[in-house]
């Protein structure tokens, strides 16, 4: 499973970075906004920072809604570089740009996904991956993981190539519930990510090994 970090803030990036198992960055306008990054030329050099920091792929969002604005703005932000993939809303107009980018080769990422029948349309239209938003399905009484499950089968079924990309991901447990379900990717904030690392018992054996190993040479 990859792990992609869900976030426009360059220390956290670098951070998931350094740790060495970071696979690629998410990004969309709010958390692109909440870093006070706004105007179309610092966004566009913002991705292009973030794409020099990770070796993965870089999601970016368009902000247009019809389709030959699509087309225009995920073109420019496919060019930026080669990390670029271009991130479209799951609406009309958004699964037929995907399908003209896939014929393109330029990768895709279709967002805001909340039922299995968007999945799968995101699927036809080819999209590299399709995000289901699982966590805020559970802030409206919906099982976010059950999605995942669900287009974990339709996907095997039709043998579908677009990978799962887990997002809106909020603690461990999404990740590690991911996992079992065979998500291929998750996307989630730092802190989800390095919760992993937790367990108590880890601290506490460490602790023991270092005092262990003073006393025999002191
Ligand atoms: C995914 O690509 C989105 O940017 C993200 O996961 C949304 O997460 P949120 O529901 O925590 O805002």
Redesign the pocket.
Known sequence: MKFFI?TANIEQIKEAQSLGILDGV???P??MAKEGITGEKKILKHYVDICEIVDGDV?AEVISTNYKEIISEGEKLANLHSQIVV?VPMIKDGIRAIKYFTEKNIKT?C?LVFSLGQAILAAKAGATYV?P?I??LDDFSNDGLNLIKEIKKVYHNYNYKTLI?A????HTMHIINCSKLGADVI???LNSITGLFNHPQTDLGLEKFLSDYKKGNT
């Open positions: 869900d998410t990004t969309n709010s958390l999601s991130k990422n967002t995000s938003f966590g805020r990309l997002a809106s991901i909020r996307t989630g904030p």
